[in-house]
């Protein structure tokens, strides 16, 4: 059975940082396309950054918004992906999803976590 389990959200004042783990289970990390996605109330869940890994190299990729201020990064060897998140703002405020879009062959598949609430307010 495939599980994302995230941790380490919580509340914090603007320009504070947090980090976020999210460990898989499964045969799913070492194959998948690793992510972290946000959705703030009555906004759509929106892509925060992505980490693929070829080869020995590890390519990370982020919404305009975080860059520059979020790091997302992966140890294969804990099957866990990590999102560092600097200089919050209030507008950072949503729920966080872990995201694994697992390629085997010509099948995609998405899997989620069940999200961590992120909460920047003074």
Do not use: H
């Amino acid at each position: 059975q495939v599980q994302l389990v995230e941790s380490g959200g919580g509340l914090v004042q603007p320009g504070g940082s947090l980090r976020l783990s999210c460990a898989a289970s499964g045969s799913i990390f070492s194959n998948s396309v690793m992510g972290w996605y946000r959705q703030a109330p009555g906004k759509q869940r929106e892509l925060v950054a992505i980490i693929t890994r070829r080869g020995n190299t590890n390519y990370a990729d982020y919404a305009d918004s975080v860059k520059g201020r979020f790091t997302i990064s992966r140890d294969n060897a804990k099957n866990t992906v990590y999102l560092q998140m600097n200089s919050l703002k209030p507008e950072d405020t949503a729920v966080y999803y872990c995201n694994a879009k697992q390629s085997l062959g010509s099948v995609t598949t998405d899997y989620w976590g069940q999200g961590t609430q992120v909460t920047v307010s003074s």
